[in-house]
């Protein structure tokens, strides 16, 4: 079993940074893939970026290129997100998720375990 505890959301004003955090503990096998989605009110869940278990394969939505950056802790099982310029539209429930498969991935279908979420608003 994966448990992922997300931390860092809060309010930012438009142009100011958050770091996300997501502490992930139990199989290591299960979190080779490590990312984070987000949910806007009334929106779908969408991809925001992830890195694969040796961080050698990264991905990041167009939305967020240049303005985050994903890393990742391996001795503590720990990712993050750090964000940028942010603005009004990042508003969101930001989840942490893990999968088996070895590459970055997109697809949530390729993630098992999800966190709970961390909140970010960005106050124009």
């Known amino acids: 079993q994966v448990q992922l505890v997300e931390s860092g959301g809060g309010l930012v004003q438009a142009g100011g940074s958050l770091r996300l955090s997501c502490a992930g503990s139990?199989?290591?096998?299960?979190?080779?893939?490590m990312g984070w989605f987000r949910q806007a009110p009334g929106k779908e869940r969408e991809f925001v970026a992830a890195?694969?278990?040796?961080?050698?394969?990264?991905d990041y939505a167009d939305s967020g290129k240049d303005r985050f950056t994903i890393s990742r802790n391996n001795a503590n099982l720990t990712i993050y997100l750090q964000m940028n310029s942010l603005k009004p539209d990042d508003t969101a429930v930001y989840y942490c998720?893990?999968?088996?498969?070895?590459?970055?991935?997109?697809?949530?279908?390729?993630?098992?375990?999800w966190g709970q979420g961390t909140r970010v608003t960005v106050s124009s």
């Open positions: 890195i694969n278990w040796n961080g050698r394969s990264i």
């Open positions: 139990g199989r290591t096998s299960s979190m080779y893939v």
């Open positions: 998720a893990a999968g088996s498969v070895p590459r970055s991935s997109s697809q949530v279908a390729d993630y098992n375990y």
